[in-house]
């Protein structure tokens, strides 16, 4: 089983960036794919960026393509998600997720894991 928690979102304008970070417990933290996904008001949480176990493949909603950047660091448990140039309606909640499969799903159903999720707020 495998415990996340997120950390690094708050308030910032628009073409600001931010970093967030996924924090993961247990031993085997390297076998699982990891995701993150983002849920606005009044919309369905969507697929923003996924990476492999280890790192060297990874996968970008169109979107965020070009502004945003997902790593690992399996030392640390840690995944984590550089947002630049952000936009107003990236303005969502921002969830962690992880999997146990080589596979990086876009779809929420396939991740067992999540974690609490992180508020991202980008003014105008």
């Known amino acids: 089983q495998v415990l996340l928690v997120e950390s690094g979102g708050g308030l910032v304008q628009a073409g600001g960036s931010l970093r967030l970070a996924c924090a993961a417990s247990g031993r085997t933290f390297s076998r699982y794919t990891v995701g993150w996904f983002r849920q606005a008001p009044g919309l369905e949480r969507e697929f923003v960026a996924g990476v492999s176990w280890s790192g060297s493949i990874t996968n970008y909603a169109d979107s965020v393509k070009g502004r945003f950047t997902i790593s690992r660091d399996n030392a640390k448990n840690t995944v984590y998600l550089q947002m630049n140039s952000l936009k107003t309606e990236d303005t969502a909640v921002y969830y962690c997720?992880?999997?146990?499969?080589?596979?990086?799903?876009?779809?929420?159903?396939?991740?067992?894991?999540w974690g609490p999720g992180t508020q991202v707020t980008v003014s105008s």
């Open positions: 997720a992880a999997r146990e499969s080589w596979f990086i799903s876009t779809t929420t159903a396939d991740y067992a894991y």
